[in-house]
Each structure stands twice: as structure tokens, then as C-alpha cells.
């Protein structure tokens, strides 16, 4: 999640480098355009046949749906770059956040706050996560919940499920998790095996347990500026509270997410969006199935 978030600050950090790369894109147009008129010159001097040979070369090269020749288009056409900010140092404005202390503060109140809830309630919230198969990272990453879920006095459950088991199964232990009275938030860890609807899964887990966020209603809500979901992705709020609790100036920031997966690209883009009002650019690459970013 640190990770991710630093990622997103990184990229929200370096608008001055589009400057860079527009000069060098500039400067290789402008290459590829004197070599042709180089070409051209040289093709006058020879014969018919070279100069077509020449130009099936060069169309090979450029590819087919680029001219002979390419000016660089008036300036009046290209996209405008965002104002520099006064007395903002351009030469070096990456910060390194720290997550682990903010992670361990984070802890600290939910501590307090479940101790509190025990005394008055006589509960403490329980989480239960859905585990299918034996993949080493997901296994990780459950094991990592449960140790969070004792450090802070949380009820864990964990249903664990062979990676051959049927999908009727897995939807069998969202069901009992589901009208269990003791279960708070359910996990589904992702991603599923190959044959399984995922889908399918995750919508049948109940909209107050939905604690991913991943409920078509809590991703509708969080979608709508005017409506607030019942749950938001954890790993794209944790990304926004370091951010925040780093004292990160977001107003107005020109910010890129790389990722446009449901866990994680989405979800930042679209609490950017809603929090702070910035122009968020996400970065739509295709992501192979198994790979949450």
C-alpha cells in the first residue's frame, strides 16, 4: 500500500518532466524529418526504382499511417502544460513517505477504539477473509490481516479452501460469514482461481459486510461525489491517508495513477477526484488477470 501510494505521489511530483519529454520528442521529429528530406534529395540524383524502394523502406519504418514527411504541429496545437508554481523547486521535490510510523499511529487509535467499543458494547468488530487455493502472495497477504486483526483486539475467521474446490463452496462460506452476527467485514482474497466467477463471489457478499468496497452500490456511491459508500477500498484509502497524513497539498495537484484495477487504480483515482478535486490521468494499460496492482 506504501508502495502504491508513493507511486501516486511520485507521479503527481514530476509534471516538469512532460516539459523534458516534449522537447525530446520534438527533437526526434524533427530528425525523422530533416533524414527524409535528406532522403528525398538523395532519391532525385538516383532512379525510379530507388526512390520506390526508399520509400517502402521509410514506410516500414515509420509505419503506414505516418507521411513522408513530418513537421512538428504549430504550437498553437499542442496541450498546455500546467503552471509552474512560484518558488517551487523543480530540481528535486520527491518525498520519500514514511508508512510504517504513520501504520503503527493508525493502530494505536483503532486500539483504543475497539477497547472502548468492548467496554460499552461488550463487542469487538469481527473480519473474516476467504481464502482459495495456496498462492504464496495471497497466503501473505491473509496472514498479514490476522496479525493486524490481533494487534488491535479484532475478532479474525479464516476460511481456507483447496484451489480445486468447486465454486458453490467458496459461496457457501460468504453465505455463513454473511448471517453470522459476530462477522463485521468479509474478505475475499483475490484474485480466484482461473474457473471461478469472481464476479459472482464477491457479489454475494452482504453490502454492510462488503468491506473491500467492491459492492456495485459502494462503487456506484464512491463514483457519485454527492454520495458516500458504506465501505471504501482499503488499499486505496490507506494510499490517501498517507498522503494526507503527510501533509501532501492534493488541491489542484495534475496527478497520473499507474493501474486501473478495482483493488487499487480505480478506487484512487476516484477518491482523487472527490477529495480534492485534481485532474487525475489513469494510466490505462491492460492488466493480465491475476495481477492486482
Known amino acids: 500500500m506504501g ?24 527533437r526526434v521529429a524533427r530528425g525523422l524529418h530533416e533524414a527524409s528530406v535528406a532522403a528525398a534529395e538523395e532519391e532525385k540524383v ?17 509505419g503506414p499511417d505516418f507521411p513522408d514527411t513530418w513537421d512538428h504541429p504549430p504550437r498553437a496545437a499542442s496541450r498546455t502544460l500546467p503552471p509552474r508554481v512560484a518558488g517551487a523547486d523543480y530540481g528535486c521535490t520527491a518525498t520519500i513517505i514514511d508508512g510504517k510510523s504513520i501504520a503503527e499511529d493508525i493502530r494505536l487509535h483503532i486500539a483504543e477504539e475497539v477497547c472502548q467499543m468492548k467496554s460499552a458494547a461488550g463487542h469487538v468488530p469481527g473480519l473474516a477473509v476467504v481464502l482459495v487455493g495456496d498462492r504464496r502472495d495471497s497466503e501473505s497477504y491473509v496472514r498479514y490481516k490476522t496479525k493486524g486483526c490481533e494487534e488491535v483486539g479484532i475478532k479474525s475467521l479464516l476460511a481456507k479452501l483447496p484451489g480445486n474446490c468447486t465454486e458453490d463452496e467458496v459461496m457457501d ?8 452476527p459476530s462477522v463485521h467485514g468479509i474478505l475475499v482474497q483475490l484474485p480466484l482461481p482461473q474457473h ?31 454520495r458516500k459508500p458504506l465501505f471504501l477500498p482499503c488499499a486505496a484509502k490507506a494510499c490517501m491517508e498517507l498522503l494526507l497524513q503527510s501533509g501532501i497539498e492534493l488541491m489542484g495537484k ?40
Do not use: W
Not at 526512390?51 to 515509420?62: A, I, Q
Not at 477518491?271 to 489513469?282: G, R, T
Open 3 to 26: 508502495g502504491a501510494a508513493v507511486a501516486v505521489l511520485a507521479a503527481a511530483a514530476t509534471r516538469h518532466n512532460r516539459a523534458r519529454l516534449a522537447s525530446l520528442f520534438y
Open 46 to 62: 538516383g532512379t525510379r526504382s530507388r526512390r520506390r524502394r526508399r520509400r517502402s523502406s521509410s514506410s516500414l519504418l515509420l
Open 173 to 180: 462460506s460468504v453465505s455463513r460469514f454473511n448471517e453470522d
Open 196 to 226: 471461478m466467477d469472481e464476479e459472482r463471489i464477491l457479489s454475494a457478499i452482504s453490502l454492510e459486510k462488503d468491506v473491500d468496497g467492491f459492492h456495485p452500490l459502494n462503487v456506484g456511491n464512491l463514483a457519485l461525489r454527492s
Open 254 to 293: 495534475h496527478v497520473t495513477v499507474i493501474g486501473r484495477s478495482k483493488v487499487v487504480g480505480l478506487p484512487v483515482s476516484l477518491l482523487l477526484q472527490a477529495s480534492c478535486h485534481c485532474q487525475c490521468y489513469p494510466c490505462l494499460h491492460n492488466k493480465s488477470r491475476g495481477h492486482y496492482p
